[in-house]
């Protein structure tokens, strides 16, 4: 079983940056491959990063690609998601997912209880 918890997000205007974090409890994090969802109100959650186990491979959705990089310290049990050039578009509960055993998110074995980031314009 895997305890992930998110932090770091908040209100930030238009253009401004935002780190995420999620910590996950455990000693077998690097088995997982780590990323992150958002749903914004009124919409289906959709996929927005993911990293591999090594942390040597990453992938992004479209609306963010360019804007946001996600990166892991497994000595730390932690996967970032730096978002830079924020858009009101943007808004959303940022939910942070695992999966065990593959290099990619799929469908997550494990989410997190999500941290809200709202971006004002």
């Known amino acids: 079983q895997v305890q992930l918890v998110e932090s770091g997000g908040g209100l930030v205007q238009a253009g401004g940056s935002l780190r995420l974090s999620c910590a996950a409890s455990?000693?077998?994090?690097?088995?997982?491959?780590m990323g992150w969802f958002r749903q914004a109100p009124g919409k289906e959650r959709e996929f927005v990063a993911q990293?591999?186990?090594?942390?040597?491979?990453?992938f992004y959705s479209d609306s963010v690609k360019g804007r946001f990089t996600i990166s892991r310290d497994n000595a730390k049990n932690t996967v970032y998601l730096q978002m830079n050039s924020l858009k009101p578009e943007d808004t959303a509960v940022y939910y942070c997912?695992?999966?065990?055993?593959?290099?990619?998110?799929?469908?997550?074995?494990?989410w997190g209880q999500g941290t809200q980031v709202t971006v004002s314009s």
């Open positions: 455990g000693r077998t994090f690097r088995s997982y491959a």
């Open positions: 990293i591999s186990r090594s942390g040597g491979g990453a």
């Open positions: 997912a695992a999966r065990m055993g593959r290099d990619a998110l799929g469908e997550p074995d494990y």
